[in-house]
Protein backbone atom coordinates (compact mmCIF):
# COMPACT_ATOMS: atom_id res chain seq x y z
CA UNK A 1 0.00 0.00 0.00
CA UNK A 2 1.47 3.03 -0.93
CA UNK A 3 1.73 5.83 0.80
CA UNK A 4 -0.71 7.96 -0.96
CA UNK A 5 -3.17 5.31 -0.08
CA UNK A 6 -2.73 5.53 3.35
CA UNK A 7 -3.84 9.15 3.12
CA UNK A 8 -6.86 8.65 1.25
CA UNK A 9 -8.70 7.16 4.34
CA UNK A 10 -12.16 8.47 2.10
CA UNK A 11 -15.85 8.49 1.56
CA UNK A 12 -17.60 6.82 -1.89
CA UNK A 13 -19.73 9.78 -1.96
CA UNK A 14 -19.59 13.67 -1.56
CA UNK A 15 -21.42 16.73 -1.65
CA UNK A 16 -19.92 20.58 -2.41
CA UNK A 17 -22.05 23.67 -1.68
CA UNK A 18 -23.47 26.19 -3.86
CA UNK A 19 -24.75 29.37 -3.12
CA UNK A 20 -28.44 28.28 -1.30
CA UNK A 21 -31.58 30.08 -0.10
CA UNK A 22 -30.83 29.16 3.70
CA UNK A 23 -27.82 31.71 3.54
CA UNK A 24 -24.07 31.54 3.24
CA UNK A 25 -23.32 27.95 2.18
CA UNK A 26 -20.01 26.18 3.37
CA UNK A 27 -17.27 25.17 1.06
CA UNK A 28 -16.37 21.38 2.27
CA UNK A 29 -13.01 20.63 1.95
CA UNK A 30 -10.08 18.35 3.17
CA UNK A 31 -10.22 14.87 2.48
CA UNK A 32 -13.64 13.86 0.05
CA UNK A 33 -16.80 13.05 2.62
CA UNK A 34 -20.55 12.87 1.96
CA UNK A 35 -21.12 15.59 4.45
CA UNK A 36 -22.60 19.04 3.23
CA UNK A 37 -26.75 19.18 2.19
CA UNK A 38 -26.50 21.04 -1.35
CA UNK A 39 -25.32 19.57 -4.82
CA UNK A 40 -23.53 16.30 -4.39
CA UNK A 41 -20.83 16.16 -6.72
CA UNK A 42 -20.31 12.25 -7.93
CA UNK A 43 -18.19 11.48 -11.04
CA UNK A 44 -17.56 11.89 -14.00
CA UNK A 45 -16.90 10.05 -17.25
CA UNK A 46 -14.50 6.87 -18.19
CA UNK A 47 -11.19 8.51 -19.39
CA UNK A 48 -9.08 7.82 -22.12
CA UNK A 49 -5.14 7.36 -22.63
CA UNK A 50 -3.52 10.53 -21.45
CA UNK A 51 -3.39 14.06 -20.55
CA UNK A 52 -0.48 16.36 -21.64
CA UNK A 53 0.89 14.89 -18.18
CA UNK A 54 0.71 11.44 -18.67
CA UNK A 55 -2.39 10.55 -16.65
CA UNK A 56 -3.83 7.26 -17.06
CA UNK A 57 -7.60 7.64 -16.48
CA UNK A 58 -10.27 5.68 -16.68
CA UNK A 59 -12.51 7.57 -14.41
CA UNK A 60 -13.14 11.53 -13.73
CA UNK A 61 -13.93 11.21 -10.21
CA UNK A 62 -14.78 15.10 -8.38
CA UNK A 63 -12.71 15.07 -5.28
CA UNK A 64 -15.46 13.31 -3.28
CA UNK A 65 -15.31 9.96 -4.63
CA UNK A 66 -13.15 7.10 -3.79
CA UNK A 67 -12.55 3.97 -2.42
CA UNK A 68 -11.30 1.87 0.51
CA UNK A 69 -8.07 0.94 -1.38
CA UNK A 70 -6.29 0.17 2.05
CA UNK A 71 -8.75 -2.72 2.08
CA UNK A 72 -9.37 -3.41 -1.44
CA UNK A 73 -6.31 -2.33 -3.77
CA UNK A 74 -4.03 -5.48 -3.61
CA UNK A 75 -1.55 -3.53 -5.93
CA UNK A 76 -3.29 -3.67 -9.50
CA UNK A 77 -3.12 -1.14 -11.05
CA UNK A 78 -4.61 -2.89 -14.18
CA UNK A 79 -7.80 -0.66 -16.39
CA UNK A 80 -10.81 -1.95 -15.66
CA UNK A 81 -14.61 -1.82 -16.95
CA UNK A 82 -16.87 -0.69 -13.69
CA UNK A 83 -19.23 -3.87 -13.38
CA UNK A 84 -22.60 -3.25 -12.30
CA UNK A 85 -23.52 -4.88 -8.70
CA UNK A 86 -21.70 -4.13 -5.40
CA UNK A 87 -19.24 -6.36 -4.88
CA UNK A 88 -17.56 -6.15 -8.47
CA UNK A 89 -17.71 -2.31 -8.60
CA UNK A 90 -15.75 -2.13 -5.30
CA UNK A 91 -12.96 -4.20 -6.99
CA UNK A 92 -13.48 -2.70 -9.98
CA UNK A 93 -13.10 0.86 -7.90
CA UNK A 94 -9.75 -0.60 -5.98
CA UNK A 95 -7.93 -1.09 -9.50
CA UNK A 96 -8.57 2.32 -10.25
CA UNK A 97 -7.96 3.89 -6.49
CA UNK A 98 -4.57 6.22 -8.25
CA UNK A 99 -6.29 7.28 -11.40
CA UNK A 100 -9.01 7.90 -8.93
CA UNK A 101 -7.51 10.32 -6.56
CA UNK A 102 -5.15 11.93 -9.51
CA UNK A 103 -8.17 13.11 -11.12
CA UNK A 104 -9.55 15.03 -7.60
CA UNK A 105 -7.91 18.31 -8.44
CA UNK A 106 -9.78 18.67 -12.17
CA UNK A 107 -12.94 19.23 -10.87
CA UNK A 108 -11.79 20.91 -7.49
CA UNK A 109 -10.22 23.42 -10.16
CA UNK A 110 -13.34 23.92 -11.86
CA UNK A 111 -15.48 24.92 -9.17
CA UNK A 112 -12.59 27.45 -8.04
CA UNK A 113 -12.84 28.64 -11.05
CA UNK A 114 -16.85 29.12 -10.71
CA UNK A 115 -16.52 30.56 -7.26
CA UNK A 116 -14.91 33.87 -8.94
CA UNK A 117 -11.22 32.88 -9.73
CA UNK A 118 -11.66 34.30 -13.23
CA UNK A 119 -12.27 32.82 -16.72
CA UNK A 120 -11.04 32.48 -19.79
CA UNK A 121 -8.18 30.88 -18.90
CA UNK A 122 -7.23 29.63 -22.38
CA UNK A 123 -6.01 32.56 -23.33
CA UNK A 124 -3.67 33.25 -20.17
CA UNK A 125 -0.27 32.86 -20.32
CA UNK A 126 1.05 29.72 -18.31
CA UNK A 127 1.32 31.48 -14.84
CA UNK A 128 -1.51 32.76 -14.73
CA UNK A 129 -3.17 29.44 -15.27
CA UNK A 130 -1.00 28.20 -12.76
CA UNK A 131 -1.85 30.98 -10.49
CA UNK A 132 -5.34 30.00 -10.65
CA UNK A 133 -4.98 26.75 -10.27
CA UNK A 134 -3.48 26.95 -6.81
CA UNK A 135 -6.39 28.07 -5.37
CA UNK A 136 -7.34 24.48 -4.44
CA UNK A 137 -3.43 23.28 -3.95
CA UNK A 138 -3.68 23.70 -0.12
CA UNK A 139 -6.07 21.20 0.22
CA UNK A 140 -6.08 18.61 3.46
CA UNK A 141 -5.65 15.88 1.08
CA UNK A 142 -2.03 14.83 -0.12
CA UNK A 143 -3.49 13.48 -3.14
CA UNK A 144 -5.63 16.17 -4.45
CA UNK A 145 -2.02 18.68 -4.02
CA UNK A 146 -0.14 16.07 -6.05
CA UNK A 147 -2.81 16.13 -8.45
CA UNK A 148 -2.32 19.84 -8.65
CA UNK A 149 0.94 19.91 -9.26
CA UNK A 150 -0.03 17.42 -11.73
CA UNK A 151 -1.97 19.91 -13.68
CA UNK A 152 0.25 22.48 -13.04
CA UNK A 153 3.16 20.45 -14.72
CA UNK A 154 0.63 20.93 -17.69
CA UNK A 155 0.83 24.32 -17.85
CA UNK A 156 4.79 25.06 -17.18
CA UNK A 157 5.26 21.84 -20.07
CA UNK A 158 2.71 22.02 -23.19
CA UNK A 159 0.40 24.36 -21.93
CA UNK A 160 -3.12 24.14 -21.78
CA UNK A 161 -3.23 25.56 -25.57
CA UNK A 162 -1.09 23.09 -26.80
CA UNK A 163 -2.78 20.10 -24.56
CA UNK A 164 -6.28 21.46 -25.71
CA UNK A 165 -5.23 21.30 -29.72
CA UNK A 166 -3.58 18.16 -29.36
CA UNK A 167 -6.85 16.47 -27.92
CA UNK A 168 -9.05 17.92 -30.42
CA UNK A 169 -7.02 17.03 -33.51
CA UNK A 170 -7.23 13.42 -31.74
CA UNK A 171 -10.70 13.24 -31.48
CA UNK A 172 -11.21 14.48 -35.24
CA UNK A 173 -8.57 11.84 -36.17
CA UNK A 174 -9.90 8.92 -34.79
CA UNK A 175 -13.34 8.48 -34.88
CA UNK A 176 -12.82 5.03 -33.08
CA UNK A 177 -11.79 6.71 -30.14
CA UNK A 178 -13.58 9.84 -29.99
CA UNK A 179 -15.71 9.45 -26.99
CA UNK A 180 -12.80 8.53 -24.84
CA UNK A 181 -10.73 11.51 -26.34
CA UNK A 182 -13.41 14.22 -25.86
CA UNK A 183 -14.23 12.65 -22.00
CA UNK A 184 -10.10 13.82 -21.92
CA UNK A 185 -11.10 16.77 -23.65
CA UNK A 186 -13.75 17.70 -21.50
CA UNK A 187 -11.61 16.89 -18.28
CA UNK A 188 -9.35 19.62 -19.26
CA UNK A 189 -11.95 22.31 -20.73
CA UNK A 190 -13.20 21.89 -17.05
CA UNK A 191 -9.99 23.65 -15.55
CA UNK A 192 -11.33 27.05 -17.50
CA UNK A 193 -14.32 26.95 -19.36
CA UNK A 194 -17.55 25.05 -17.73
CA UNK A 195 -19.22 25.83 -21.03
CA UNK A 196 -16.38 24.53 -22.93
CA UNK A 197 -16.87 21.42 -21.12
CA UNK A 198 -20.50 21.11 -21.08
CA UNK A 199 -20.58 20.71 -25.38
CA UNK A 200 -17.73 18.53 -25.00
CA UNK A 201 -19.56 16.18 -22.34
CA UNK A 202 -22.66 16.48 -24.43
CA UNK A 203 -20.91 15.11 -27.47
CA UNK A 204 -19.66 12.27 -25.27
CA UNK A 205 -23.03 10.98 -24.53
CA UNK A 206 -24.00 11.72 -28.12
CA UNK A 207 -21.32 8.39 -28.57
CA UNK A 208 -21.68 6.29 -25.69
CA UNK A 209 -25.05 6.46 -24.66
CA UNK A 210 -24.47 4.26 -21.96
CA UNK A 211 -21.80 6.32 -20.19
CA UNK A 212 -23.09 7.07 -16.21
CA UNK A 213 -20.59 8.96 -15.02
CA UNK A 214 -19.86 11.39 -17.86
CA UNK A 215 -23.80 12.46 -17.09
CA UNK A 216 -23.12 12.65 -13.57
CA UNK A 217 -20.39 15.49 -14.21
CA UNK A 218 -22.53 16.85 -17.12
CA UNK A 219 -25.20 17.62 -14.38
CA UNK A 220 -23.12 19.08 -12.08
CA UNK A 221 -21.40 21.30 -14.32
CA UNK A 222 -24.91 22.16 -15.64
CA UNK A 223 -25.32 23.52 -11.88
CA UNK A 224 -22.59 25.48 -11.86
CA UNK A 225 -23.59 27.22 -14.85
CA UNK A 226 -27.19 27.41 -13.57
CA UNK A 227 -29.00 25.62 -15.69
CA UNK A 228 -31.13 23.69 -13.04
CA UNK A 229 -33.56 21.67 -15.14
CA UNK A 230 -30.92 20.81 -17.76
CA UNK A 231 -28.81 19.22 -14.56
CA UNK A 232 -32.25 17.43 -13.27
CA UNK A 233 -32.77 16.09 -17.17
CA UNK A 234 -29.44 15.01 -17.44
CA UNK A 235 -29.11 13.32 -13.81
CA UNK A 236 -32.34 11.63 -14.21
CA UNK A 237 -30.89 10.04 -17.30
CA UNK A 238 -28.05 7.87 -15.06
CA UNK A 239 -31.40 6.32 -13.36
CA UNK A 240 -31.83 5.04 -16.86
CA UNK A 241 -27.98 3.46 -17.76
CA UNK A 242 -28.04 1.58 -14.19
CA UNK A 243 -29.41 -0.83 -12.22
CA UNK A 244 -31.60 -0.51 -9.28
CA UNK A 245 -29.90 -1.32 -6.14
CA UNK A 246 -26.47 -0.50 -6.92
CA UNK A 247 -24.02 1.80 -5.61
CA UNK A 248 -24.13 4.12 -8.60
CA UNK A 249 -27.83 3.83 -8.63
CA UNK A 250 -27.54 5.36 -5.05
CA UNK A 251 -25.14 7.41 -6.43
CA UNK A 252 -27.97 8.85 -9.50
CA UNK A 253 -30.23 9.43 -6.74
CA UNK A 254 -28.33 11.72 -4.21
CA UNK A 255 -27.51 13.64 -7.17
CA UNK A 256 -31.28 14.17 -8.09
CA UNK A 257 -31.99 14.77 -4.50
CA UNK A 258 -30.15 17.82 -4.36
CA UNK A 259 -30.93 19.52 -7.22
CA UNK A 260 -34.38 19.08 -6.28
CA UNK A 261 -33.47 20.43 -2.76
CA UNK A 262 -32.09 23.49 -4.93
CA UNK A 263 -35.22 23.78 -6.91
CA UNK A 264 -37.14 24.19 -3.50
CA UNK A 265 -38.61 20.33 -4.75
CA UNK A 266 -38.42 18.90 -1.44
CA UNK A 267 -40.95 16.09 -1.15
CA UNK A 268 -39.54 14.50 -4.25
CA UNK A 269 -35.94 15.44 -3.08
CA UNK A 270 -36.56 13.33 0.22
CA UNK A 271 -37.98 10.07 -1.82
CA UNK A 272 -34.84 10.25 -3.80
CA UNK A 273 -32.83 10.73 0.03
CA UNK A 274 -34.47 7.89 1.45
CA UNK A 275 -34.41 5.75 -1.53
CA UNK A 276 -30.31 6.30 -1.44
CA UNK A 277 -30.58 5.54 2.15
CA UNK A 278 -32.58 1.84 1.69
CA UNK A 279 -29.90 0.99 -0.84
CA UNK A 280 -26.79 2.14 1.51
CA UNK A 281 -28.57 0.38 4.40
CA UNK A 282 -28.55 -2.95 2.56
CA UNK A 283 -25.19 -2.19 1.52
CA UNK A 284 -23.77 -1.63 5.20
CA UNK A 285 -25.72 -5.36 5.99
CA UNK A 286 -23.16 -7.23 3.36
CA UNK A 287 -20.33 -5.51 4.78
CA UNK A 288 -20.83 -3.56 8.75
CA UNK A 289 -17.19 -3.07 8.61
CA UNK A 290 -17.09 -1.13 5.89
CA UNK A 291 -16.35 2.86 7.41
CA UNK A 292 -17.04 4.61 4.19
CA UNK A 293 -20.76 3.12 3.69
CA UNK A 294 -21.04 4.33 7.60
CA UNK A 295 -19.75 7.15 6.98
CA UNK A 296 -22.52 7.89 3.59
CA UNK A 297 -25.28 6.64 5.70
CA UNK A 298 -25.11 9.20 8.65
CA UNK A 299 -24.47 12.07 5.99
CA UNK A 300 -27.48 10.57 3.90
CA UNK A 301 -29.66 11.02 7.27
CA UNK A 302 -27.90 14.65 8.20
CA UNK A 303 -29.32 15.49 4.60
CA UNK A 304 -32.86 14.25 4.84
CA UNK A 305 -32.81 16.01 8.25
CA UNK A 306 -32.21 19.03 6.32
CA UNK A 307 -35.01 18.63 4.08
CA UNK A 308 -37.09 17.52 7.10
CA UNK A 309 -36.51 21.18 9.27
CA UNK A 310 -37.45 22.83 5.78
CA UNK A 311 -40.57 21.06 5.45
CA UNK A 312 -41.48 21.65 9.03
CA UNK A 313 -41.06 18.23 10.94
CA UNK A 314 -38.27 19.60 13.65
CA UNK A 315 -39.23 15.88 15.87
CA UNK A 316 -38.55 14.52 12.60
CA UNK A 317 -35.29 15.76 11.37
CA UNK A 318 -34.43 15.58 14.98
CA UNK A 319 -34.43 11.91 14.95
CA UNK A 320 -32.22 11.48 11.50
CA UNK A 321 -30.03 13.93 12.99
CA UNK A 322 -29.30 12.28 16.20
CA UNK A 323 -28.99 8.84 14.67
CA UNK A 324 -26.10 10.16 12.16
CA UNK A 325 -24.63 11.73 15.03
CA UNK A 326 -24.61 8.43 17.02
CA UNK A 327 -22.69 6.49 13.83
CA UNK A 328 -20.36 9.43 13.34
CA UNK A 329 -19.26 9.44 16.79
CA UNK A 330 -18.72 5.78 16.67
CA UNK A 331 -16.55 6.03 13.61
CA UNK A 332 -14.67 8.75 15.64
CA UNK A 333 -13.86 6.75 18.60
CA UNK A 334 -12.56 4.32 16.42
CA UNK A 335 -9.82 5.99 14.87
CA UNK A 336 -9.45 9.03 17.03
CA UNK A 337 -6.35 10.09 14.90
CA UNK A 338 -8.29 10.41 11.83
CA UNK A 339 -9.44 14.21 11.56
CA UNK A 340 -11.36 13.59 8.94
CA UNK A 341 -13.89 11.39 11.31
CA UNK A 342 -13.29 14.44 13.78
CA UNK A 343 -14.21 16.91 11.31
CA UNK A 344 -17.39 14.70 10.81
CA UNK A 345 -18.05 14.01 14.05
CA UNK A 346 -17.62 17.88 14.53
CA UNK A 347 -20.61 18.23 11.48
CA UNK A 348 -22.93 15.98 13.14
CA UNK A 349 -22.70 18.19 16.76
CA UNK A 350 -23.56 20.94 13.83
CA UNK A 351 -26.49 19.78 12.38
CA UNK A 352 -27.91 18.63 16.35
CA UNK A 353 -27.07 21.90 17.33
CA UNK A 354 -29.41 23.26 14.66
CA UNK A 355 -32.21 21.24 14.98
CA UNK A 356 -32.32 21.75 18.67
CA UNK A 357 -32.23 25.70 18.26
CA UNK A 358 -35.49 25.03 15.73
CA UNK A 359 -36.77 23.44 18.70
CA UNK A 360 -36.08 26.14 20.97
CA UNK A 361 -33.04 23.97 23.39
CA UNK A 362 -30.68 27.16 22.98
CA UNK A 363 -29.23 25.42 26.50
CA UNK A 364 -28.21 22.11 24.37
CA UNK A 365 -27.86 23.59 21.26
CA UNK A 366 -24.83 25.86 22.32
CA UNK A 367 -23.93 22.77 24.43
CA UNK A 368 -23.53 21.14 21.12
CA UNK A 369 -21.88 23.98 18.93
CA UNK A 370 -19.44 24.20 21.95
CA UNK A 371 -18.21 20.87 21.20
CA UNK A 372 -17.93 21.26 17.30
CA UNK A 373 -16.17 24.54 18.11
CA UNK A 374 -13.16 22.33 20.45
CA UNK A 375 -12.86 20.09 17.30
CA UNK A 376 -12.48 22.91 15.17
CA UNK A 377 -10.30 24.58 17.28
CA UNK A 378 -7.80 21.34 18.00
CA UNK A 379 -7.90 20.61 13.96
CA UNK A 380 -7.47 24.30 12.86
CA UNK A 381 -4.31 24.45 15.14
CA UNK A 382 -2.79 21.69 13.63
CA UNK A 383 -3.57 22.85 10.32
CA UNK A 384 -3.23 26.60 10.44
CA UNK A 385 -2.56 27.05 6.83
CA UNK A 386 -5.72 25.21 5.48
CA UNK A 387 -8.55 27.18 4.38
CA UNK A 388 -11.20 25.19 4.97
CA UNK A 389 -10.69 24.77 8.19
CA UNK A 390 -10.32 28.17 9.13
CA UNK A 391 -13.41 28.76 7.33
CA UNK A 392 -15.18 25.68 9.28
CA UNK A 393 -13.88 27.70 12.32
CA UNK A 394 -15.64 30.48 11.60
CA UNK A 395 -19.08 29.21 10.71
CA UNK A 396 -18.99 27.35 14.07
CA UNK A 397 -18.01 30.77 15.87
CA UNK A 398 -20.95 32.42 14.08
CA UNK A 399 -23.31 29.32 15.49
CA UNK A 400 -22.10 29.81 19.13
CA UNK A 401 -22.25 33.73 18.46
CA UNK A 402 -26.08 32.94 17.39
CA UNK A 403 -26.91 31.47 20.22
CA UNK A 404 -25.43 33.54 22.54
CA UNK A 405 -26.99 36.55 20.98
CA UNK A 406 -30.74 34.99 21.74
CA UNK A 407 -30.30 34.53 25.47
CA UNK A 408 -28.69 38.16 25.48
CA UNK A 409 -25.18 36.98 26.25
CA UNK A 410 -24.33 40.29 23.85
CA UNK A 411 -20.28 40.49 25.28
CA UNK A 412 -20.11 37.39 24.32
CA UNK A 413 -21.50 37.02 21.35
CA UNK A 414 -19.46 40.23 19.68
CA UNK A 415 -16.50 38.03 20.99
CA UNK A 416 -17.42 35.15 18.57
CA UNK A 417 -18.67 37.39 15.74
CA UNK A 418 -15.49 39.92 15.91
CA UNK A 419 -13.46 36.31 15.86
CA UNK A 420 -15.14 35.18 12.67
CA UNK A 421 -15.06 38.32 11.14
CA UNK A 422 -11.23 38.35 11.36
CA UNK A 423 -10.79 34.88 10.05
CA UNK A 424 -13.29 35.88 7.46
CA UNK A 425 -11.24 39.11 6.29
CA UNK A 426 -8.10 37.10 6.08
CA UNK A 427 -9.50 34.31 3.66
CA UNK A 428 -11.27 37.14 1.24
CA UNK A 429 -7.76 39.16 1.32
CA UNK A 430 -6.11 35.96 0.09
CA UNK A 431 -8.73 34.83 -2.42
CA UNK A 432 -10.20 38.58 -3.06
CA UNK A 433 -12.56 37.10 -6.09
CA UNK A 434 -14.34 34.85 -4.15
CA UNK A 435 -17.84 35.55 -4.28
CA UNK A 436 -18.88 33.06 -1.04
CA UNK A 437 -15.46 34.60 0.61
CA UNK A 438 -16.88 38.11 0.52
CA UNK A 439 -20.73 37.29 1.54
CA UNK A 440 -19.17 35.63 4.68
CA UNK A 441 -16.97 38.84 5.84
CA UNK A 442 -20.82 40.78 5.03
CA UNK A 443 -22.50 38.44 6.84
CA UNK A 444 -19.86 38.81 9.66
CA UNK A 445 -20.53 42.85 9.77
CA UNK A 446 -24.23 42.91 9.88
CA UNK A 447 -24.25 40.88 12.82
CA UNK A 448 -21.92 42.64 15.00
CA UNK A 449 -24.00 45.33 13.57
CA UNK A 450 -27.07 44.16 15.44
CA UNK A 451 -25.15 43.41 18.67
CA UNK A 452 -24.28 46.49 18.66
CA UNK A 453 -27.49 47.99 17.33
CA UNK A 454 -29.12 46.02 20.49
CA UNK A 455 -26.64 47.07 23.20
CA UNK A 456 -27.81 50.79 22.09
CA UNK A 457 -24.25 51.36 20.32
CA UNK A 458 -26.32 53.33 17.42
CA UNK A 459 -23.19 54.74 16.22
CA UNK A 460 -20.90 51.61 16.68
CA UNK A 461 -23.79 49.39 14.77
CA UNK A 462 -23.93 52.20 11.77
CA UNK A 463 -20.39 51.68 10.78
CA UNK A 464 -20.51 48.23 10.37
CA UNK A 465 -24.57 48.22 8.50
CA UNK A 466 -22.65 50.83 5.75
CA UNK A 467 -19.46 48.48 5.26
CA UNK A 468 -22.11 45.63 5.02
CA UNK A 469 -23.79 47.59 2.35
CA UNK A 470 -21.21 48.42 0.83
CA UNK A 471 -19.90 44.67 0.65
CA UNK A 472 -23.00 43.61 -0.39
CA UNK A 473 -23.20 45.69 -2.99
CA UNK A 474 -19.96 44.36 -4.70
CA UNK A 475 -21.07 41.04 -4.68
CA UNK A 476 -24.38 42.37 -6.24
CA UNK A 477 -22.48 43.73 -8.98
CA UNK A 478 -20.96 40.49 -9.71
CA UNK A 479 -23.70 38.91 -10.53
CA UNK A 480 -27.13 41.20 -10.65
CA UNK A 481 -29.70 38.43 -11.69
CA UNK A 482 -28.89 36.45 -8.60
CA UNK A 483 -31.97 36.64 -6.24
CA UNK A 484 -30.11 35.82 -3.46
CA UNK A 485 -27.22 38.51 -3.75
CA UNK A 486 -29.84 41.18 -4.50
CA UNK A 487 -32.40 40.61 -1.45
CA UNK A 488 -28.75 40.96 0.63
CA UNK A 489 -28.06 44.55 -0.74
CA UNK A 490 -32.02 45.01 0.26
CA UNK A 491 -31.87 43.77 3.51
CA UNK A 492 -28.58 45.61 4.35
CA UNK A 493 -30.87 49.18 3.23
CA UNK A 494 -33.21 47.97 5.18
CA UNK A 495 -31.41 47.61 7.99
CA UNK A 496 -30.19 50.84 7.91
CA UNK A 497 -32.74 53.06 6.81
CA UNK A 498 -34.39 53.65 10.34
CA UNK A 499 -30.56 55.09 11.68
CA UNK A 500 -29.33 57.42 8.81
CA UNK A 501 -29.04 61.19 8.89
CA UNK A 502 -31.82 61.40 6.49
CA UNK A 503 -34.46 57.96 6.91
CA UNK A 504 -36.75 59.70 4.52
CA UNK A 505 -34.12 59.48 1.65
CA UNK A 506 -32.94 56.23 3.05
CA UNK A 507 -36.65 54.58 2.86
CA UNK A 508 -36.99 55.63 -0.28
CA UNK A 509 -33.77 54.21 -1.37
CA UNK A 510 -35.13 50.87 -0.39
CA UNK A 511 -38.50 51.43 -2.36
CA UNK A 512 -36.00 51.79 -5.20
CA UNK A 513 -34.30 48.61 -4.68
CA UNK A 514 -37.20 46.89 -4.10
CA UNK A 515 -39.16 48.30 -7.19
CA UNK A 516 -35.64 47.48 -9.38
CA UNK A 517 -35.66 43.88 -8.21
CA UNK A 518 -39.21 43.82 -9.03
CA UNK A 519 -38.67 45.17 -12.35
CA UNK A 520 -35.23 42.71 -13.04
CA UNK A 521 -37.65 39.96 -12.16
CA UNK A 522 -35.47 38.87 -9.01
CA UNK A 523 -37.83 39.88 -6.40
CA UNK A 524 -39.48 37.21 -4.60
CA UNK A 525 -43.34 37.20 -5.12
CA UNK A 526 -43.44 36.40 -0.95
CA UNK A 527 -41.52 39.91 -0.45
CA UNK A 528 -43.36 41.84 -2.66
CA UNK A 529 -45.26 43.03 0.67
CA UNK A 530 -42.25 44.77 1.21
CA UNK A 531 -43.16 47.55 -1.42
CA UNK A 532 -46.26 49.02 0.84
CA UNK A 533 -44.29 48.48 4.30
CA UNK A 534 -41.67 50.35 2.54
CA UNK A 535 -43.69 52.86 1.51
CA UNK A 536 -45.20 53.65 4.98
CA UNK A 537 -42.50 53.73 6.86
CA UNK A 538 -41.16 56.25 4.14
CA UNK A 539 -44.44 58.06 5.16
CA UNK A 540 -44.26 58.02 8.50
CA UNK A 541 -40.45 59.66 8.11
CA UNK A 542 -41.57 62.04 6.23
CA UNK A 543 -44.36 63.22 8.54
CA UNK A 544 -42.10 63.05 11.93
CA UNK A 545 -39.24 65.00 9.41
CA UNK A 546 -42.46 67.84 9.37
CA UNK A 547 -43.29 67.62 12.89
CA UNK A 548 -47.21 66.32 11.78
Known amino acids: M ?50 ASGFQLKALFDEKVATRCDVLNDGRRTRGQVAEGFGDVREALARQSEEIRRTNALVQAALARDQGLGAGLLGAADPKVRERIAAVANSADPAIRAAVDDVVAIADGRGIEATEEALIAAVKANDLEG ?15 ISKAIKTYREVISLDSEDFWTRILLSRLLMLAHKTHEAYEVAAECLLVTKEGTWQYAAACVEIADILTNKNELSASLMHYENSLRIHEEMHKLDPGDDICTHNLSVIMHNIGDVLISMGDVDGAAKRHFEALDISKKLMDSDKNNDEWRRNFALSLERVGDVLREKG ?9 NQELAIRRDIFKKNSNNDDYARELAVTLSKVGNILKIKKDYSEALKCYKEDLEISRRLSKADPENRERIRDVSICLHKIGDVLKDTGDIKGALEFYEEDLETSRVLARFDPENMILRRDVLVSLWRLAPYRSDPVASWNEVIDELEAMKRDGVLNPVDERFIPAARAQAAAAAAAAAGV
Open 2 to 51: TAMSKAMGVAVLGVTSTVCVAGSCLASGGLPDFSRPQTWVLVAGAVGSAL
Open 179 to 193: ASRRRELGALQSLYS
Open 361 to 369: DYDESINRY
